[in-house]
C-alpha cells in the first residue's frame, strides 16, 4: 500500500506557559506567555511546515485550551482527527522557564496521557512512514501500554520506528521503570534522539559518549543522534565510525525551548527523503538553529524549506 502519511506523532500535546523573563527559573519568572507544545505536536508542527503529511495522536480536555490547540495545529496542516477530546480531565499544561539551557519546567499533566488503542488504527499503520514518539508520552498509563503495543505493530507492518529519549526524573514513578519500558520500545529498532541532559538524568550519572550509544545498540538500536547543545551532535549508527558535526553559528540565543524538537523534525524530514545520513544531520542543525533565535514555535514569516535546503 501507498505510504499516504510520513509520520504519526503520538504522544502529548499541551500548552506551554513560558516565562516572558529570559534566563531566571521559575521561582523568579514574573509572567508566561502562552504556546502550544509538547514534543510530538512540536514535531507534527514542524513536518507540516516542511511540506509533509502527518498525523497527531493526542489527548486533549474538551476545554478553551483544546480548543485553541486544535485550532493551531489545523492552521498549520496537522491532520488532528486522531486528536481525542474528553470531558472529564482538563488539558495538560506546563510551567517553563525561558532560558538558553535546558528549562526548568512543573507539568500539570491530565488528559494528555489518556491515549488509547481505538485512536491508532491498522489501516492508518498501514499507510505511515514513521511512527514517533517520546519518553514523555510513554511515562504514564495508559498511553504508555497503547504506545508499545501499537508501535510494535508498527514495526511488523515495516513502519520505520522514531523516539526522543525526553527523560525527565519527574515525570516517572522510578527509575527502573523508565529503564524497562525505553528498552522495551527500543527491541523494534528505532531512530533515537537524546541529549547529554537527558542521559545525564538517565543514568544519574555522566557516561562516556562511547558507553551511552553502546547502552542503546545493546538494546536493539542501529542509529543513535546524541545532540551536544552548542557543540552540535553525533551519530553513532552500529558497526561505524561515529560522525560528528558542530552547531550552526547563531548571534543570540532566544528560546531553547522546543530547540530539540526542531533538531529532530529536521532530521526524520531528511531521513523520509531518504537523504545520506550527514546530511540528514546538517538539516536538522539549520532547524534547531532557526528555532533557537525564536521565542515559542518556528516562526510563521519565513519560508522555512529554503532555509534549509
Known amino acids: 500500500m501507498l505510504n499516504t502519511i510520513d509520520i504519526i506523532s503520538v504522544g502529548e500535546v499541551l ?3 513560558i516565562g516572558h523573563q529570559q534566563g531566571v527559573q521559575i521561582n523568579h519568572t514574573r509572567d508566561y506567555h502562552r504556546y502550544l507544545g509538547g514534543s510530538p505536536a512540536n514535531v507534527a508542527m514542524n513536518m507540516a511546515r516542511l511540506g509533509l503529511k502527518p498525523v497527531l495522536v493526542s489527548t486533549v480536555g474538551d476545554d478553551g485550551l483544546g480548543e485553541y490547540i486544535f485550532q493551531r495545529l489545523s492552521e498549520v496542516g496537522v491532520i488532528t482527527d486522531y486528536i481525542k477530546k474528553i470531558s472529564d480531565k482538563p488539558t495538560s499544561v506546563i510551567f517553563v522557564s525561558r532560558t ?7 507539568p500539570f499533566r491530565k488528559a494528555d496521557r489518556c491515549i488509547y488503542e481505538d485512536q491508532i488504527t491498522t489501516e492508518i499503520l498501514k499507510k505511515t512512514k514513521i511512527f514517533h514518539t517520546t519518553c514523555f508520552a510513554l511515562s504514564r498509563e495508559p498511553a504508555q501500554s497503547t504506545i508499545l503495543k501499537k508501535a510494535e505493530e508498527a514495526y511488523e507492518m515495516g513502519c520505520k520506528l522514531s523516539i526522543d529519549v525526553n527523560y525527565a526524573k519527574k515525570l516517572w514513578k522510578n527509575q527502573e521503570d ?16 537524546i541529549s547529554e541532559d537527558d542521559m545525564l538524568r538517565f543514568f544519574e550519572k555522566k557516561l562516556p559518549h562511547e558507553e551511552i550509544f553502546q547502552f542503546f545498540h545493546d538494546n536493539g538500536v542501529e542509529t ?9 551532535v553525533k551519530l553513532s549508527q552500529h558497526g561505524s565510525e561515529i560522525i560528528q558535526l558542530p552547531a550552526k553559528r547563531i548571534e543570540k540565543v532566544m528560546d531553547a525551548t522546543g530547540a530539540g524538537d526542531a533538531f529532530w523534525s529536521g532530521f526524520l524530514f531528511a531521513y523520509i527523503k ?10 536538522a542543525l539549520k532547524l534547531a538553529a532557526l528555532k ?10 519565513i519560508d522555512v524549506l529554503s532555509e534549509l535546503l
Not at 100 to 106: A, L, N, S, V
Not at 178 to 193: G, H, R, T
Not at 224 to 232: A, E, I, K, M, P
Not at 292 to 301: H, I
Open 100 to 106: 538558553d539551557g535546558t528549562p526548568d519546567f512543573i
Open 292 to 301: 533557537l533565535q525564536n521565542v515559542g514555535r518556528l516562526p510563521d514569516n
Open 274 to 283: 531518504e537523504k545520506p545520513i550527514e546530511e540528514c544531520l546538517d538539516i
Open 178 to 193: 523508565a529503564l524497562n519500558v525505553i528498552k522495551a520500545y527500543c527491541k523494534f529498532n528505532p531512530l533515537v534522539k
Open 224 to 232: 543513535v543522534c546524541l545532540t551536544l547543545g552548542s557543540s552540535g
Open 15 to 17: 500548552i506551554d506557559f
